[in-house]
């Protein structure tokens, strides 16, 4: 592996640290948009627990609403809710205060897919970079540009430079636009699951409003 990148010449390491940061993208993006951080089974049955003693009058504990709104997406949406009805608020004040907390939450579900977008796009304009020094190399052997003789070795070089970081440049581009595909459909998937959610507490809570 060294050896192919020894071959494919200076312009790869920049290709290089952007599938590292693509990499790293996709294993976190991944990990955190899974149904199990931010929508946990156990916070949408306190939640609604919470909302089911606040229908028949009871009062909702201040430390589970404070817990649930500091644990997943879902629970500081639904603890919003609870909070609001706790405080005697109105529907209209409810909704208006779920809609701010609810554009932060969208926004940390796609955090970074951007740059994975982005990375998606620089990929094969950095391979075709590459592909333009190696072909450089490769007028430079012929000695169209130093105007020298023909030099084998530079040959090889600038046809290595150039493959290489053609195929590199594709290698990166490939995964990382479907990864962003992938992880974009999956963002969309967990907020349209919260927005269910909390549409269904709101409807508990605020039934004359429904």
């Known amino acids: ?71 997943s997406v879902i629970g500081t949406l639904l603890a919003s809710i609870l909070s609001e009805k706790q405080a005697g608020h109105s529907a209209g004040q409810a909704i208006e205060e779920l809609a701010v907390l609810a554009d932060t939450s969208w926004m940390k579900l796609e955090r970074y897919l951007g740059a994975l977008a982005t990375i998606a796009t620089l990929a094969p304009l950095l391979g075709l970079f590459g592909t333009v020094v190696g072909m450089i190399e490769i ?43 992938g992880l974009r459909a999956m963002a969309d998937h967990r907020q349209r699951e919260c927005e269910e959610f909390a549409r269904q507490l709101f409807k508990k809570l605020y039934p004359e409003n429904t």
């Open 1 to 71: 592996m060294y050896t192919i990148l020894l071959s494919a010449g200076w312009p790869i390491w920049p290709l290089l640290a952007l599938s590292i940061f693509g990499l790293a993208i996709l294993m976190e993006r991944t990990w955190y948009l899974r149904q199990a951080r931010i929508a946990p089974q156990t916070d949408l049955e306190v939640a609604f627990g919470l909302a089911e003693g606040m229908a028949s009058g009871k009062a909702a504990p201040a430390g589970l609403i404070q817990d649930l709104r500091q644990g």
């Open 139 to 181: 007028f430079g052997s012929q000695g169209i540009v130093t105007g020298s003789g023909g030099n084998p070795q530079q040959l090889a070089n600038g046809i290595s430079i150039a493959l290489y970081n053609t195929a590199f440049g594709l290698l990166i581009a490939i995964p990382a636009y479907a990864g962003w595909r």
